[in-house]
């Protein structure tokens, strides 16, 4: 197991003395900080496994930092540390996602055992997304990533509709994770013992789908050489998720109707009827309302399917999310590369965080992937990230032309000033979806002559 690396936060000295010490005979890596801004600098460009963090600090409060710090970095666990110990404050600490709640002065028997058992989750927790990715189980993780207010109304509507058993009715932009939120679905509902069968309706060849999908008998045409049960028998009391159901064709989609109508399916060449328990979630990334008015969608199969509706946003409209995005990444790749690249440096974070994304977050995957396989070691930089200075996607600034390669001074200002407009002067949001800090965004706009 790797030295996990815990980063300790406190305005009094001695206790980060005290704490780097301890934490090392224990054989952690302990990076310290003194501020709340501080610590979000360390955060915004290193990987930590854990944070220490007193809950009065000189800039910021505890309970603030520990937002800011889940907002950047979802899998950080927290522990608060207190010499004023309330029970409202404890609790508060819990809700908004800090592991433990420790009163100072801090025993440190009581810390290395808390130390020990939150690494070892953290190590149980990395070992079973590693098996699940070698299974290519990876999407049925119930896992979403980001805590922006668009995210976390997808991830509320999914904790209510899970309960039931009624269709969904998935929308966005290709990249997005539709896949994603059907398996979070599946795996909160009472089917997530049983199969998730994801399907790409655009992906199977038009004379064979039929039989794909509600199976066929043996000789009901050429190379049927046995009985087959088809997708839907093979989801019985599990779910199947219909990605891409525009584009099914007229026949297959009066046929798909009788079956979320009847709960029956009939092989192809078979007299026979079979029910199913299947719980139907589907997908597009087309606008299914033109579809029917354009007669290339049936608006009763529509309207059977559209109980529950749930349109995920594009990443170019939760820029927030895109810094806890990226370490998810990098945490994956570390554990798939066997590397240890520590972070992300701000000016390859601030790119990212401008880049409108057109391919979603599978383009960011993508991004981060890419940097691995050419040799990322330490921290991914901007050079890593070649591809965003493709001219037809990188960020030029306004006043250059084809024939010239802009500077990093104006192609960070450029950045900046796109963050202020995206986030509508909010200069604390620019600064955070920029991964820099407040200080130094007011230092830049005073150089720009903005302030």
């Given at each position: ?19 780097k ?118 999407l ?22 899970a ?9 966005g ?27 790409n ?36 009391q ?49 606008n ?33 999310d895109?810094p ?39 383009e ?88």
């Amino acid at each position: 197991m790797d030295s996990a690396k815990i980063l300790v936060v406190d305005d009094e000295p001695s206790i980060l003395m005290l704490l780097k010490e301890a934490l090392g005979k224990w054989g952690y890596t302990a990076t310290c900080a003194s501020t709340g801004h501080e610590a979000l600098e360390a955060v915004r460009s290193g990987l930590f496994d854990a944070a220490l963090m007193d809950v009065r600090m000189p800039d910021m409060s505890g309970l603030d930092l520990l937002r800011a710090v889940k907002a950047h970095d979802e899998s950080i666990e927290v522990v608060i540390m207190t010499g004023y110990p309330t029970i409202s404050s404890a609790v508060e600490a819990l809700k908004e996602g800090a592991y433990d709640y420790l009163s100072k002065p801090l025993i440190l028997d009581e810390l290395r055992h808390l130390m020990s058992r939150l690494v070892e989750r953290r190590f149980l927790r990395g070992e079973v997304h590693s098996l699940r990715a070698r299974l290519g189980e990876e999407l049925t993780v119930n896992e979403l990533i980001g805590t922006s207010a668009a995210m976390q109304q997808v991830k509320d509507v999914i904790g209510k509709v899970a309960v039931s058993d009624s269709p969904v009715l998935i929308e966005g932009e290709s990249g997005t994770g539709k896949e994603l939120v059907a398996a979070a679905i599946h795996r909160l509902s009472d089917r997530g013992r049983g199969a998730f069968l994801p399907v790409n309706c655009s992906a199977i060849p038009g004379e064979l789908i039929e039989s794909e999908f509600f199976g066929h008998v043996r000789g009901a045409f050429s190379g049927a050489v046995s009985d087959s049960l088809g997708l839907f028998r093979g989801a019985n009391q599990g779910t199947i998720f219909l990605d891409e159901i525009g584009e099914l064709s007229p026949a297959l989609q009066v046929k798909l109707l009788r079956v979320l109508q009847e709960m029956q399916v009939r092989p192809v060449g078979s007299t026979k009827a079979y029910a199913v328990d299947v719980r139907v979630i589907a997908a597009t990334n087309r606008n299914l309302e033109q579809a029917m008015a354009q007669g290339a969608f049936r608006q009763d199969l529509f309207y059977r399917l559209n109980v529950v509706r749930i349109p995920l946003p594009p990443l170019r409209d939760r820029r927030d999310d895109i810094p806890a995005l990226t370490n998810h990444f990098l945490r994956r790749f570390n554990r798939r590369f066997r590397r240890d690249v520590r972070g992300i440096t701000p000016e390859a974070l601030a790119a990212l965080s401008g880049y409108d994304f057109p391919g979603n977050v599978r383009e960011l995957e993508n991004f981060v992937e890419r940097a691995y396989a050419m040799g990322a070691k330490d921290q991914i930089t901007v050079a890593d990230l070649a591809t965003l200075a493709r001219p037809s996607t990188v960020l030029m600034p306004s006043s250059a032309t084809s024939s010239t390669i802009p500077t990093l001074a104006e192609v960070e200002r450029e950045l900046i000033l796109r963050a202020l407009g995206a986030y509508r002067n909010d200069k604390e949001a620019a600064a955070r979806a920029l991964g820099l800090s407040r200080r130094t965004i007011y230092r830049r706009l005073k150089e720009y002559g903005v302030l």
